[in-house]
């Protein structure tokens, strides 16, 4: 089980400003970027717990290292169609602020791909598209001629998983 | 060189509240008339102590009100005064008062001075009284009365401070004294550099400015003059006093009306933020004995020992041999019983006596004795069985209000007493112990003990129970604590109003606990509290549901059965029942609640673990039992949310997680099915 840790990042960032370094993932053939400081660590897949009556999407819990840490299906969130996991699936591990302070929560993978550079001013933000909501998405990057989609990871992961219940007519 | 004392300001309220309970469970154990020397003299050590202690710390509203409690402590100690019971009514009144002075202090907020002086006037007229020799008394009374009122006009200090050339030289430093000046109160600085000399002819070792300091604040003189001490020669330095003229005050006032209002409104909205701030602060650090401590080290120490022993076995694998095996196994057993001990000494730091719970009773039982003229011995065994700090906290107002009750409605008036042949001193009984895995409370008294017939009748009238109901002896005391519930036949301001028992049985509850009661009219009547050790670990009953381990809280297990279909009974083709004994109770099928997966069909072959929770019985129907193990609580809340059915995590041996089960919820939650299955569609939806 490989477990690559991206506490502190890259001096070189410093030289150039407003520069945020972004964690990519594959998920359905896109690339998706999540900031790299909210990695807490990137693990290999490994079986969960299930949690009774909860969404589909919320995989179970793990364990690690002594704390509960729910996994969500990012494929399942997205409402992609399920694939067996296989070897390149991982679980990457992210700190989430949310109102009651910071979780841990892992979310699920195809797998992991690079860390870019990418400019504040290079971000261009979402156009309305159906697939997910634009909430959930803090803009679109062009690396290398490809498209990377930068995930709001605070909204898509409180959303629906911390606040359905609140949100739910009783 | 100045240190910044604030950092030990925790240490000391921590000590003065100690000092505060030394004092009261003193003065509580006083004799009236003949007063025990040596108890005298610890409530007056501990008063001497929190006094010397405020003075220190600036805290100077404590130290002046402890000087009179202080003063007259002196005089019950040297003999030349009676202790009465109205000295030490005082005295306590005066104790609760300089703990509020004390809590104030530590939260900041404004000391409530109007109940200090009332209490204070008591203390004085005391001391002014009294029946020893009125010289003493006229020497102390002026010097405490004097300051506060030479304070009350004093507005500031006005210094005129103008160093001789050569006072640098000496090695002081202005700044320096400054800034200890500012400690006194609110300092303003103007300097005079008229004398200052063009760069070119100024030497750097000489001292060319004078000063106007304006220090706002009622200080002693001799402290300002403390400061400039060492420089008395070496400069000019004259000080006068600011004072305050009433009528200017008012004019100031009047002009900036709106300012000195600004003024006042911090003062009173700071009040619920530093009540707010008391909440926390309590539970923000424990103290540990260094046994404990001691304990614990040596423990970690016999685990570095056992790690390096099967360290050394390890290293080379190649020649294994028998035995080496036997070795390794001799150490993994070490290994085991060193972690085993380590977690009962940590957990052990959690542990505190329940004198802590207990402490505050004599004072309550002495005090409603008084108010509702009864005499009550209060009696305490096993003030040193330990409880976790966290179940301390909670179980505090529920016995509280349970000592409450059997003071207000168990324990009789003494000629009542008297009459039902009984020794005109009700006895409350407080004991505390182990009991298999549990710490027991009883609070017992010899008081009238409940009437049967009356709670009947009561819960007929507030339609708890129908009219011709027959009730078991466990099944009455069970309605004592619904909610509305009271047989006070005339309500106090003590007790009986009806909230309080229900309450106390949740919070027990919550606590994984339990109460029950047992009662003999005329005789008495025992409340029983069981508690668990500790929050942080469980003992648990792992259960299989497919695939799936669960645990099941063991004290919520009642039995275990093997599911018989002739006893399996259907109501109306849904809920089954199953019977028991004489007892039907619902099934709770495990893997429909859970949406697991299960290859058997039926309920045949399956396992009943009968569970009782909240009173109810239910049958969770599971695959199979595993075994029995003890295991630690995680939180599911901390990353995660509050799951129905689920009260936390835990980590197996393998490393695996396992959900601790909620039996209350889940007997809700087959009553009610989970209507959340919708979820998953809801919230999809809006990703999508």
């Known amino acids: ?170 | 060189m100045t240190i910044d004392i604030t950092q030990f300001h925790e240490t000391f309220f921590e000590e003065s509240f100690e000092g505060l309970d030394i004092m009261e469970s003193g003065l509580l154990n006083l004799d009236i008339g003949a007063a025990d020397n040596d108890t005298v003299n610890s409530i007056f050590r501990a008063a001497h102590s929190i006094k010397g202690g405020s003075a220190t710390f600036g805290f100077s509203e404590v130290a002046e009100f402890t000087h009179g409690m202080e003063t007259l402590l002196d005089e019950m100690r040297d003999g030349s005064r009676d202790v009465t019971q109205g000295s030490v009514d005082t005295l306590l009144q005066s104790v609760d008062c300089l703990r509020e002075m004390l809590a104030a202090s530590r939260d900041k907020t404004p000391i409530d001075t109007e109940r200090a002086a009332v209490v204070k006037g008591e203390l004085e007229e005391i001391l002014a009284s009294g029946n020893n020799n009125a010289e003493t008394n006229s020497v102390k009374k002026p010097e405490t009365a004097d300051t506060p009122e030479a304070c009350g006009n004093r507005a500031g200090w006005q210094i005129k401070f103008k160093p001789h050339h050569d006072m640098l030289r000496t090695g002081n430093d202005p700044v320096r004294m400054f800034r200890e000046l500012a400690e006194l109160g609110e300092l303003a600085v103007e300097v005079n550099i008229s004398q200052l000399p063009i760069l070119d002819d100024l030497d750097p070792e000489e001292s060319y400015l004078s000063w106007a300091l304006t220090l706002k604040s009622n200080v002693e003189i001799e402290k300002v003059k403390e400061i400039f001490e060492w420089v008395e020669d070496e400069c000019d330095f004259e000080i006068t006093e600011i004072e305050v003229d009433a009528p200017h005050a008012n004019e100031v006032g009047k002009r900036g009306g709106i300012t000195s209002k600004a003024e006042v409104t911090p003062v009173t909205a700071a009040k619920p933020a530093g009540s707010k701030a008391t909440v926390n602060t309590d539970s923000a650090s424990i103290r540990v004995s260094i046994d404990k401590v001691d304990a614990l080290i040596n423990m970690v120490g016999e685990l570095v020992i056992t790690q390096s022993m099967i360290g050394q076995l390890d290293c080379d694998f190649d020649d294994f041999d028998i035995s080496r095996m036997e070795k390794l196994r001799d150490g993994l057993t070490l290994l085991e019983r060193n972690t085993r001990e380590l977690q009962e000494s940590v957990m052990r730091i959690r542990m505190l006596p329940i004198s802590f719970a207990f402490n505050r009773f004599p004072r309550m039982v002495h005090d409603l004795c008084q108010k509702l003229d009864k005499k009550i011995e209060l009696k305490t065994t096993g003030e040193q069985t330990e409880l976790d700090k966290t179940v301390m906290e909670k179980i505090g107002d529920p016995l509280v209000h349970l000592v409450r009750n059997s003071i207000d409605h168990g324990i009789e008036i003494p000629e009542d007493r008297l009459k039902a042949g009984k020794p005109e001193f009700g006895t409350i009984e407080l004991n505390a112990f182990h009991k298999g895995g549990n710490i027991i409370i009883e609070i017992k008294d010899d008081g009238a003990g409940f009437n049967k017939e009356r709670i009947k009748a009561k819960a007929i009238e507030k339609e708890l129970i129908g009219s011709d109901e027959i009730l078991s002896d466990e099944k009455i005391y069970d309605l004592l604590f619904q909610p509305g519930f009271s047989t006070a036949e005339q309500l106090s301001d003590v007790s009986g109003r009806g909230v309080g028992m229900d309450v106390v049985r949740r919070n027990i509850r919550e606590l994984g606990g339990n109460i029950d009661v047992t009662s003999e009219e005329g005789i008495g009547t025992t409340f029983t509290i069981r508690l668990p050790l500790t929050l942080a670990i469980l003992d648990g009953q792992l259960v299989c549901v497919g695939d799936e381990i669960y645990i099941t809280p063991l004290v919520s297990i009642v039995e275990s059965l093997q599911i018989k279909q002739e006893f399996v009974n259907n109501i109306a083709g849904q809920t089954e029942l199953y019977k028991v004994r004489d007892d039907y109770i619902p099934i709770v099928r495990m893997h429909d609640m859970f949406g697991i997966n299960i290859k058997r069909k039926g309920l045949e072959g399956g396992l009943l673990v009968v569970v009782e929770g909240d009173g109810k019985k239910a049958g969770l129907l599971v695959d199979e039992l595993l075994g029995q193990q003890q295991v630690v609580i995680k939180s599911l809340e901390t990353n995660y949310k509050r799951v129905d059915g689920v009260s936390g995590a835990t980590i197996l041996g393998d490393g695996t997680v396992a959900l601790i089960l909620d039996v209350d919820g889940l007997i809700d939650l087959s009553r009610n099915p989970p209507t959340s299955s919708s979820t998953p569609e809801n919230s999809v939806r809006d990703v999508a």
């Open chain 1, 1 to 170: 089980m490989s477990t690559a840790q991206y506490v502190d990042t890259n001096t070189s960032v410093d030289v150039m400003t407003d520069t945020d370094q972004y964690l990519t993932f594959i998920l359905a053939g896109e690339e998706y970027g999540v900031d790299i400081l909210r990695v807490q660590e990137i693990k290999g897949w490994d079986s969960v717990t299930p949690i009774p009556n909860t969404p589909n999407y919320i995989k179970g819990v793990i364990n690690l290292r002594g704390t509960i840490v729910p996994i969500i299906d990012l494929r399942h969130r997205f409402s992609l169609d399920e694939i067996p996991y296989g070897a390149t699936t991982v679980v990457i591990v992210l700190k989430v602020t949310g109102e009651n302070g910071n979780r841990i929560m892992g979310i699920v993978v195809d797998a992991v791909s690079d860390v870019y550079n990418v400019a504040a001013e290079e971000m261009k933000p979402p156009p309305d598209f159906g697939a997910i909501s634009i909430d959930y998405v803090k803009g679109l990057a062009t690396v290398e001629e490809k498209m990377v989609i930068v995930l709001e990871i605070d909204k898509l992961l409180n959303s629906g998983v911390m606040d359905t219940s609140e949100a739910l007519p009783q």
